[in-house]
């Protein structure tokens, strides 16, 4: 009888996930603005061919690499030059263990042009 629940129980806990979850640590924050960072950089560059290296395959199946040219250069002819940006609304969370997955919510960046 013992074995059996001793099987029951551990098969229990085989089922069960080990997830560890953090939401907006500051580091991940940090890492965020990196890729921020560098996009800007890069599109005041002009720099569209390493633009595009900062987005999956899966964005442009969704928007296609000509359409979001198409919308780099009307946001540029529309508004002129980017000078300066600012993330000022962010959200983040990272599960980490039998599931791991990260999530980042970039909301807000002003811009100045």
Known sequence: ???YVLILISFLFIGCSYDKIYEN?????QDAQKVI??????VQ????KEVFKLFS??????VGKERFEQILNK???DFGKIQDYELTNSWTQIIKGSNPISKYELGSVS???
């Open 37 to 42: 960072n560098k996009f800007y950089f890069l």
């Open 45 to 48: 560059e002009n720099n569209k």
């Open 25 to 29: 640590r500051e580091s991940d924050k």
């Open 1 to 3: 009888m013992k074995k």
């Open 75 to 77: 946001t540029d002819n």
């Open 57 to 62: 395959n899966r964005f442009f199946q969704e």
């Open 111 to 113: 811009l100045t042009v």
